[in-house]
């Protein structure tokens, strides 16, 4: 059996389903379970994982866990894990708990790099999950194009490379139910490197109509994005968004290395996403 935290959230929901398309029972646990309850081959627990006695509950039997942790649960889990017998961890982590991989330091950095060495110092088996800039990130612009079919967003040349959420998932599952890829990291990214104003345009396409790109100031847009991610968040974004003016993204081989196929174009997120836009 598995555990799969953040079950409901964008990447664990492709988790739960691809391991039940595996005929692997799953354990979920959240405060809300909701969708999840009377779901074949799910058990759903609901409760709150900062609380220690349903970290011991929840663990119990588990072979393995997909861990995408809230603030202060990651050592408390991580614990009863290793008291539980829990095998292996996956961590959903971010490629900015590496500041050489990112050129900067940020407090989601930091955080997710706290997340990985409790996991680390634990004794259970983990493996790591660094996704760059997820394409369902491009849900923020929703409202916006639904309204005036544009984007409203700074840095319109800068390039990055979104990966699809089924990715992340299909790699965390080949980690969790196979123990091939103990005690290794795993940075993620899309196939594509794809500037924001192009992401736009394929969003476009896949509604059928032009959206266009309004470059905000940088001051502007501070306001603009702190009413929509957290205020210590907005600040890295912006520096990394600046920093990749004029250049191509990385892309990495690794979602096709570990499962097999190449990963999901941007054009394919969009196209499959299209009525939260339209």
């Known amino acids: 059996m598995i555990l ?3 079950a409901t959230g964008n990447v664990g929901r492709h988790v739960v389903r691809e391991l039940l398309e595996r005929g692997t029972r799953v354990r979920v646990v959240a405060e809300h379970t909701g ?9 759903a627990v609901q409760g709150d994982l900062t609380d220690p006695d349903t970290q011991a509950a929840v663990v119990e039997g588990a072979e393995a866990l997909f861990l995408m942790a809230i603030p202060g649960t990651a050592e408390g889990v991580s614990a009863a894990a290793k008291s539980a017998g829990v095998e292996r961890i996956v961590v959903l982590s971010s490629l900015t708990a590496d500041e ?8 989601i950095g930091a955080f997710h790099r706290g997340i990985e060495k409790a996991v680390e110092d634990s004794g259970v088996h983990w493996t790591h999950l660094r996704p760059n800039l997820l394409a369902s990130n491009a849900l923020l612009w929703a409202p916006a194009i639904r309204a005036d ?15 699809h959420e089924k990715d992340i998932a299909a790699v965390a599952v080949e980690a969790l139910v196979t123990g091939d890829h103990l005690d290794t990291v795993y940075p993620l990214t899309g196939p594509q490197s794809l500037t924001q104003a192009e992401q736009a345009r394929l969003i476009g396409e896949a509604i059928g109509a032009e959206v266009g790109f309004d ?17 210590d968040a907005v600040d890295a974004v912006l520096r990394f968004l600046a920093r990749s003016v ?7 081989p690794t979602v096709e290395q570990v499962t097999g196929r190449p990963g999901r174009a941007f054009a394919q997120w969009a196209a499959e996403n299209a009525d939260a836009f339209r």
């Open 149 to 163: 079919r544009m984007v409203h967003w700074p840095f319109a040349r800068a390039a990055t490379s979104p990966v």
């Open 35 to 43: 969708a999840l309850e009377g779901v074949d081959g799910v058990e």
């Open 246 to 252: 004029g250049k191509e993204a990385v892309v990495l």
């Open 100 to 107: 050489d991989a990112v050129g900067q330091s940020s407090a």
């Open 4 to 6: 799969v935290t953040g």
């Open 215 to 231: 470059e905000l100031p940088e001051d502007v847009a501070r306001t603009v994005m702190t009413r929509m991610i957290p205020a």
